[in-house]
Nanobody
Framework: QVQLVEPGGGLVQSGGSLRLSCAAS????????MGWYRQAPGNEREFVVRITLGGSTNYTDSVKGRFTVSRDNAKKMVYLQMNSLKPDDTALYFC????????????????WGKGTLVTVSS
């Protein structure tokens, strides 16, 4: 079993900043890619950013230059620093981690956090 915990959400004014964290725990053998998705009211879940095991990153265009993803492999954590927040960033943010378990060490599955709400007021 793998669990993801995502503290860090909250309410912030437009132009402000928030830092999201995601901690993975459980019977983890290995972690590959990590990233963040978000879902705004009435919208489908969308990709925000991912970071590979080697540190390569890929951001959706709407957050480039404002969001920064990082990871700490020793702590099994991924972070999302969000600056210059806009009302359009308001969404439920989900951490996603590709990981294998001790039971299936060569098989990677994407695990999802329960989501943390980010609300940006205008």
């Amino acid at each position: 079993q793998v669990q993801l915990v995502e503290p860090g959400g909250g309410l912030v004014q437009s132009g402000g900043s928030l830092r999201l964290s995601c901690a993975a725990s459980g019977s983890i053998f290995s972690i590959n890619d990590m990233g963040w998705y978000r879902q705004a009211p009435g919208n489908e879940r969308e990709f925000v950013v991912r970071i590979t095991l080697g540190g390569s990153t890929n951001y959706t265009d709407s957050v480039k230059g404002r969001f920064t993803v990082s990871r700490d492999n020793a702590k099994k954590m991924v972070y999302l620093q969000m600056n210059s927040l806009k009302p359009d960033d308001t969404a439920l943010y989900f951490c996603a981690v590709s990981a294998s378990t001790y039971w299936h060490p060569k098989s990677f599955t994407t695990y999802w956090g329960k989501g943390t709400l980010v609300t940006v007021s205008s």
